[in-house]
């Protein structure tokens, strides 16, 4: 009999969605300012010594920590625990909580691009005002 629920247990463990249940992890999903998902944003959980990437659907999930020695760990009990998200082109995004137990979902974490300020030049470009007015392409031509 003891076999029999062991087994059955097993074949739950297995089932699509239930992989990671009664499980300690956080999960997530990483999204642009038009909604779209954002794959390849690196994530990095601290304290913990982890950094994961995002997949192509912009989701993520931390199911293990490392200590120092570089060992797993699970997630620690009512711990606080900062997740920071850095893609190049995006402004860093970070959120802070504290962990209970179990499967912990963050709100979805929307990345902003970074922008560039463009001032006008204050240079007087206008091509009359030059003196040397002779184009050199700078170029030249072998044995010459």
Do not use: W
Not at 6 to 21: K, N, V
Not at 40 to 64: K, Q
Not at 92 to 104: A, D, H, I, N, S
Not at 108 to 132: A, H, M, R, Y
């Amino acid at each position: 009999m003891k076999r029999l629920l062991a087994t059955a247990a097993l074949a739950l463990a297995l089932l699509p969605g239930t992989a990671h249940a009664g499980k300690h992890f956080i999960k997530g999903t990483v999204l642009d300012r038009n909604g779209s998902p954002v794959e390849r944003v690196n994530v990095t959980v601290a304290p913990g010594n982890v950094e994961i990437i995002t997949d192509e659907t912009g989701t993520f999930l931390v199911d293990y920590l490392r200590d120092e020695e570089g060992n797993r760990t699970r997630l620690s009990k009512r711990t606080e625990y900062t997740v920071v998200f850095f893609k190049v082109g995006y402004h860093e995004e970070k959120v802070t909580f504290l962990y209970k137990r179990g499967e912990l979902a963050l709100e979805t974490v929307t990345l902003k691009e970074e922008t560039i300020k463009v001032d006008p030049s204050t240079d007087n470009i206008d091509p009359s005002t030059l003196t040397d007015r002779q184009q050199d392409a700078g170029g030249s031509y072998e044995g010459e």
